[in-house]
């Protein structure tokens, strides 16, 4: 009874009825079989966040021929966490997909994102891992023309495998044609101006989330906003070893000098 | 009125009430001035989320001389951002601290603590940063020993500052006596079995987050499990640049064949 179509986790953080997600599950049905278990509501900003306050459940959802869907009530990482814990007794999965994003994660955005949440807890726990987003936060976006750019990109993933403790963050510019892929580097950038306040009537002031995002090297090529910027869709890959190494070597000269 | 007396920004996860901030707050005011803007309630295992759904506010709490604090309704990154933006019109910050986390943060713990996602936020905005963590879960933890180490820490860097882009996550083992500080790499592990079930008298079936972790690689010595696990304080000098540079050398060779 072997099964010879890959077997693909697929998860995000826009919440289970994203129609990114289910653009996704469209597009990598037609090379594999598919599990989803996303979050209940959406979760976007999530970065890495798990939840141990209070307990998850999940809930089985549609199922059709090849996919099988789950929504739960925790974080894209704890979507992950549970789904390898309590869906693949006999199978593991080949592969994590995470997305399709509705907005850019390229940049620092991979800290915020619980789409990359995702796609770094699947490579937390050993797996291959790709996270897909788009540069488009509207929530009838169009992503039909990224499906042969996604089927190719995990194609190659499903062949080449990728080294422990990295997995891929793959970001595509709004555009309506794609000049083609780049493998890229996280963009040095930042959020500027991040806070819009209202007051109320009582007096309270309120602080709602906004921001501009600047880039801090816009002459580089070689980034993932560079990329973007230019039409390409952009590959970053991404590791979940923070180390840093030079600063490491750097304070083997340091003095702490405990003073008790 | 120039004021000689660094001016450092704390935060936690754990909420503004706990033991931890407060002694580290207690520590760091016999060299510094001290702003403390951390979140209202607790918000462990937080990551880099970011609150975007619904608008945050703040207050302001206890004053004395040379500290003030406030707490925010958001994540320790929303608390990192929001002082940033509103609390230091005049003089900025010469560091941003968090903690004291009742918790280890060492190893793949950093991406899901909240006390590391204060520390990457002022990274990421351009400010050497500091995450401190107690291997001790308990609420009534004795942090007092720390002092020393933690005023040493905090010197060598304001008088060496940090590389842009990078910040420390320190951990304290739970042993009365360190033996010294080691500086360290993220080991490589995971956490295992991370769900315990419990089942309601109407069937349904909940999921508490729990686990063991397991170290990958236990014989290395160069890694911050060692050092914790043999009684010092384990410095893991930590990036934002997620980049991971061999794969992508690697990738250039693979082949991204669109199917139209």
Same mark, same amino acid.
């Given at each position: 009874? !072997?099964?010879?179509?890959?077997?693909?986790?697929?998860?995000? @953080?826009?919440?289970?009825?994203?129609?990114?997600?289910?653009?996704?599950?469209? #597009?990598?049905?037609?090379?594999?079989?598919?599990?989803?278990?996303?979050?209940?509501?959406?979760?976007?900003?999530?970065?890495?966040?798990?939840?141990?306050?209070?307990?998850?459940?999940?809930? $089985?959802?549609?199922?059709?021929?090849?996919?099988?869907?789950?929504?739960?009530?925790?974080?894209? +990482?704890?979507?992950?966490?549970?789904?390898?814990? &309590?869906? #693949?007794?006999?199978?593991?999965? @080949?592969?994590?997909?995470?997305?399709?994003?509705?907005?850019?994660?390229?940049?620092?955005?991979?800290?915020?994102?619980?789409?990359?949440?995702?796609?770094?807890?699947?490579?937390?726990?050993?797996?291959?891992?790709?996270? #897909?987003?788009?540069?488009?936060?509207?929530?009838?976006?169009?992503?039909?023309?990224?499906?042969?750019?996604?089927?190719?990109?995990? $194609?190659?993933?499903?062949?080449?495998?990728?080294?422990?403790?990295?997995?891929?963050?793959?970001?595509?510019?709004?555009?309506?044609?794609?000049?083609?892929?780049?493998?890229?580097?996280?963009? $040095?950038?930042?959020?500027?101006? !991040?806070? &819009?306040?209202?007051?109320?009537?009582?007096?309270?002031?309120? #602080?709602?989330? +906004?921001? !501009?995002?600047?880039? @801090?090297?816009?002459?580089?090529?070689?980034?993932?906003?560079?990329?973007?910027?230019?039409?390409?869709?952009?590959?970053?890959?991404?590791?979940?070893?923070?180390?840093?190494?030079?600063?490491?070597?750097?304070?083997?000269?340091?003095?702490?000098?405990?003073?008790?």
């Amino acid at each position: 009874m !072997e099964n010879k179509r890959p077997l693909i986790l697929v998860s995000n @953080d826009d919440g289970y009825r994203a129609k990114g997600i289910n653009e996704l599950v469209g #597009f990598l049905k037609t090379i594999a079989d598919v599990v989803v278990m996303a979050p209940t509501m959406p979760r976007s900003g999530s970065g890495c966040a798990i939840t141990t306050s209070v307990p998850l459940k999940y809930t $089985k959802d549609l199922q059709e021929p090849g996919v099988t869907r789950y929504n739960c009530s925790g974080t894209p +990482t704890d979507c992950i966490k549970l789904a390898l814990e &309590e869906l #693949f007794t006999d199978r593991k999965p @080949d592969l994590i997909v995470s997305g399709i994003n509705h907005g850019d994660n390229s940049s620092v955005n991979a800290h915020y994102s619980g789409t990359m949440g995702a796609a770094i807890e699947g490579c937390l726990k050993g797996y291959p891992a790709i996270a #897909f987003s788009l540069c488009d936060h509207n929530l009838n976006a169009e992503f039909m023309h990224m499906k042969p750019y996604i089927i190719a990109i995990t $194609k190659q993933v499903l062949e080449h495998g990728l080294p422990k403790g990295t997995c891929l963050n793959v970001n595509f510019p709004l555009v309506n044609e794609f000049k083609g892929v780049k493998v890229c580097r996280q963009t $040095k950038g930042d959020w500027q101006q !991040e806070f &819009e306040m209202q007051t109320r009537k009582n007096g309270d002031n309120y #602080f709602w989330m +906004t921001g !501009e995002y600047r880039n @801090d090297e816009p002459e580089s090529t070689d980034t993932d906003h560079w990329a973007l910027d230019n039409g390409y869709v952009a590959i970053t890959p991404t590791t979940i070893d923070l180390t840093a190494y030079q600063l490491k070597e750097d304070m083997q000269s340091w003095n702490f000098d405990i003073q008790q």
